[in-house]
Structure formats: structure tokens, C-alpha cells
């Protein structure tokens, strides 16, 4: 089953209204990802410097949830102060973090504030400390389980954990699929973010306002790029696929230059955890489902959804009755009734929601657009307005986005150099217009 964007729901965020919005009070971090976006300079911003990001988005974005993350939150001192200031502002406060400073009491801390739940990031290429150097990604399914486990035994918080897949990671991707599924009682989300990188002496040319500018101040600009970076959400959903045939995704954000990319793509399935016998998997919801959720709740709420409340994740058996309107929920709600006949006991579990989510950062093209997230969640406030946060460093060395430009190449197989434009030697040559940038969001 190939993906086809016209079969799956679009989802209806937006710049100005979306589920979230992306806030950054630190850019200290206690690990070092290889496919981080952020500078990691050690500092804070004073609660003053975070009231007046809360202030930008309040301007600019009707949202749901403030997604708080970094750097790593947990470092900065006052992060239970954020919390209570995201609540008080009308919102829910999601934790991103790597968990390594996460302990019990702070958790609780966090709880008490008004914390609605956390994302863990945890993969193979972070540079973990002590007995995780050097894991694998299934042997760092331990270190996952040791933080579900913590957020579950507090209670009442949701519980997500992402990843970057890099070119020798996508082989795991199926296990942290079925990890997730083994573990659906206490693990809510996964999401799988593709890794990107900018080669300093590659394809293109950079340009900030027509002049030409070096990448190399920018953390996510590498010399050489090692690892794939063109990895894309199909990709992995056939991998999945291998294993489990029925992965069905249902909705999407497309690209601001490609409209049928999947930029992010969004999974939803009902099942039963491992609990003394294997795990299972009911059923994946369809496209009307996410649209029915999404709208409802912008009625009722005035704002799209974007967490859920933990109870309502444990509530899979109500969501069966949607089966009336929903043909992937109908399926579903067979597959279970199924389920019964030869195990009628399972009547009394729970059956309950998790979510797969791809997110897929920027795209360059082979012309040199850019194919950003179009309607992304994921946007933090920069002097005043809304911009993508994985292109933040490019608004702080810059002053805004840069553009990339290809660098003509022709031949004649010959191995001498030259610095003419119209050689005919195999070189690379920069193209003399640059490219119009992706525009700004706000």
C-alpha cells in the first residue's frame, strides 16, 4: 500500500491557529545530540524573557499545549515556576526532555503545578553518560521503560517518547514500534523525527538578504554528512510495514512547497499491552476519526487538539462507538468483538489509544527551495514574532532565514581546477540568482 496524501485526513493547523506552540526558556543541555538544532551556550532566560515569549505567541497563535523544551527545561531553575506561568496563560504544559535530570520529587513538583505530560528524547546518538554510552536502540528500551514507569507510578500525565532516525537506526524502527505497542498502557505517543543536516561544502550556496553567508556557525551545519539525511516518511511506514502489514496512517501536514509531503504523518491504534501474554493491536482509526476529534474539539474548545488527558487515552472501548461513523474505528470495533469470542475475560481490559507520529524536517530541493513543515506546531517566538524553532540559530546569527542556492555543474572529465563559471571542467559553480527563502511564518 503505497501512501497516497489524498486518502488521508489534512490537518487543519495552521500559523495563526495550531495545537501548540514551542517554548524555549534554556539553551543548556546535559547530553549532546548529533542531530541537534540548538546551540547548547548554557544559558537561561529570566522568567520576564519567558512571560514575554508566552506574550508573542498569545499575539500571534490560538493554541492548545505549550510544548517547553530547549536545551533541556529541566535544567533551568525556575522550570516549575514556567509550568505554573503556561497554565495561568490558559494552557497545557507538555516537558520536553532527555531525562536525565528528571528525579521522582521533581516530577512531582511539576505535577503540582499543573504539568499535563512529558516527551522523552531517547536514541542511540546522544552521547549518554555511563551504562547507556554505546547502547543500542533496543538495549536503550530499558532506559524508556525506567522513565514510563516513573510517570506512570505519579499518575495522570501523559507519557511520549521521540527519536531521531538516522541511516543505521532505521533497521530499529519496528522494534520501538512494537516496544510501544507492548507497552501501550503507559507509553501514549511515539514519534520518529528524521534526521537533517546542512553540508557546509555540498550541493548549495547560502544567501541572507543576496550575499552569501557560511553555514558553519550553524549547529546543524557538518563538514561531511555521514549519515543519510534524506530520509522521508514513506520510507519508514514501509518499513513498519514489514512487520506490521495493517500500519495505517491517517492524517497529515504537507510542505510549504510540496503540498503532498508528509511532513508530519500521524498513526492512531487501539490494543490491549503485554501484560503475562503477548500484546495486541485492535485496529488503527481512519482519516474521519482525526477530522471528527480535531473539529469537535476546536467547537467546543475554540482551539485544535493536541494532548489528550490520560484518562480519555484509557478509554478505548468508547471510542469504539464512533464505529458508527468511522469506517477504521468500525473495523476496529470487529476486530475486538472478534478478539472476544476466544478470549471473553478481555472484556474486562482496558483498551487503550497511542499515537504514532513522523515528522520530517526541512527539505531542500533539488532547486533549492526549501519544503518546511506548512502549519507546524512546532514554532517559537524570535524578537517579537512566530518562527520554525529547528531554524532558530538562522534568525540568531543572521537575522533571518538564509536560502539555499545549487551550484551549477557541468563537464568535460577533466581533473583540472578552474574558477571560471563557464569552464568545462567537472566543478561546482554558484548559481548567480539566489532562490526566494521560505517566507517568514509571522
Not at 501548540?20 to 546535559?30: A, F, G, M, Q, R
Not at 531521531?164 to 522494534?175: A, G, I, L, R, S
Not at 491504534?269 to 476519526?289: C, E, H
Request: proline share 5%; hydrophobic share 35%.
Amino acid at each position: 500500500m503505497e501512501l497516497d496524501h489524498r486518502q488521508l485526513y489534512r490537518l487543519p493547523w495552521n500559523a495563526s491557529d495550531n495545537v501548540l506552540s514551542w517554548l524555549e526558556p534554556t539553551n543548556k543541555c546535559n547530553l549532546s545530540c548529533e542531530g541537534c538544532y540548538r546551540e547548547n551556550d548554557g544559558t537561561h532566560k529570566t522568567l520576564a524573557e519567558v512571560q514575554a515569549d508566552l506574550d508573542v505567541f498569545a499575539k500571534w497563535r490560538t493554541y492548545d499545549s505549550v510544548s517547553i523544551a530547549g536545551g533541556d527545561p529541566l535544567l533551568h531553575p525556575h522550570v516549575v515556576e514556567i509550568v505554573r506561568m503556561v497554565v495561568e496563560g490558559g494552557h497545557k504544559p507538555i516537558i520536553n526532555t532527555n531525562g536525565v535530570a528528571l528525579t521522582p520529587a521533581l516530577l512531582k513538583d511539576l505535577k503540582k503545578a499543573g504539568l499535563v505530560g512529558l516527551t522523552f528524547h531517547v536514541d542511540s546518538h546522544q552521547g549518554r553518560a555511563s551504562q547507556w554510552r554505546g547502547k543500542s536502540e533496543l538495549e536503550l528500551n530499558e532506559l524508556r521503560l525506567e522513565y514510563a514507569k516513573m510517570v506512570a507510578a505519579e499518575g495522570g500525565l501523559s507519557c511520549a517518547f521521540n527519536s531521531t532516525v538516522y541511516e543505521d537506526t532505521v533497521k530499529f524502527v519496528p522494534d520501538l514500534v512494537q516496544w510501544g505497542q507492548d507497552h501501550i498502557d503507559i507509553v501514549h505517543s511515539m514519534i520518529f523525527i528524521m534526521y537533517r543536516a546542512a553540508a557546509t561544502d555540498g550541493d548549495f550556496d547560502f544567501f541572507r538578504d543576496g550575499k552569501k553567508v557560511e553555514v558553519k556557525p550553524l549547529v546543524y551545519a557538518v563538514d561531511e554528512i555521514k549519515q543519510r539525511s534524506d530520509i522521508r516518511a514513506p520510507e519508514l511506514v514501509a518499513k513498519i510495514r514489514e512487520r506490521f502489514p495493517d500500519f495505517s496512517p491517517s492524517a497529515y501536514l504537507g510542505g510549504t512547497e510540496k503540498a503532498d509531503s508528509f511532513k508530519w504523518l500521524f498513526t492512531g491504534r487501539l490494543g490491549f499491552p503485554k501484560n503475562g501474554s503477548d500484546s495486541k493491536i485492535m485496529g488503527y482509526v481512519g482519516p474521519k476519526f482525526m477530522e471528527l476529534v480535531q473539529n469537535a474539539h476546536h467547537f467546543w474548545k475554540g482551539t485544535y487538539l493536541a494532548y489528550s488527558p490520560q484518562w480519555t487515552l484509557e478509554s478505548g472501548r468508547s471510542t469504539l462507538a464512533m464505529g458508527l461513523i468511522e469506517p477504521g474505528v468500525r473495523q476496529t470495533a470487529k476486530n475486538w468483538l472478534k478478539h472476544l469470542l476466544t478470549k471473553p475475560f478481555d472484556a474486562r481490559k482496558k483498551l487503550h489509544f497511542q499515537s504514532i507520529m513522523m515528522i520530517q524536517p526541512i527539505d531542500v530541493l533539488e532547486d533549492g527551495r526549501q519544503n518546511m513543515c506548512d502549519g507546524c506546531p512546532d514554532v517559537t517566538a524570535h524578537d517579537g514574532k512566530i518562527v520554525w524553532s529547528c531554524r532558530l540559530e538562522e534568525y540568531r546569527q543572521y537575522g533571518g532565514l538564509i536560502n539555499s542556492v545549487p551550484r551549477a555543474r557541468v563537464s568535460c572529465g577533466s581533473s583540472m581546477s578552474c574558477k571560471s563559471t563557464d569552464c568545462n571542467h567537472d566543478h561546482k559553480h554558484p548559481a548567480k540568482e539566489p532562490v526566494k527563502p521560505a517566507a517568514n511564518l509571522s
